[in-house]
Each structure stands twice: as C-alpha cells, then as structure tokens.
C-alpha cells in the first residue's frame, strides 16, 4: 500500500504530481520500479482510460535525477 507521507492518496489533491516526475523518482516514483511493482504496469494505478491534455508537455520540464544510494 502507498504511504501518505509520500503524497496525498485523495484524487485531485496533488496537482503537482506528473509521469514526468514519477519517473524522475518523486511521489509514486520512490518506490515503485524500485520496491513496488514496475511503472510500466500503468493499469495497476491507471483503471481508466483518459484523453491526455497536451498543455503540460509543451514547455519541458527540468526534474534533477534521483540521488541514488548505495
């Protein structure tokens, strides 16, 4: 199960969160590929079908790699 203090499980309420920085290794990113089932198995989070808005990929964002520990 997901853990609160990594982001708010309530739909809608983090509005910052994005694949972009999921894969970058924020919000769900901490664990999942790492600790928790991989992120390419999207309908394990994602049940429904959604038309992406295009709008949040016209600008690139800049998201510093993870700082990996070994």
Avoid: W
């Avoid at 970058?24 to 600790?35: D, S």
Wanted: glycine share 6%; aromatic share 8%.
């Amino acid at each position: 199960s997901c853990h609160p203090n990594v982001f708010n499980m309530k739909v809608g309420s983090n509005p910052d969160m994005s694949m972009r920085k999921i894969i970058a290794g924020k919000y769900c990113g901490i664990c999942h590929g790492k600790v928790a089932f991989p992120l390419e198995d999207c309908f394990r989070c994602h049940s429904k079908t959604r038309i992406a808005d295009p709008s949040p990929y016209t600008e690139p964002e800049v998201i510093p790699a993870p700082e990996i520990k070994k």
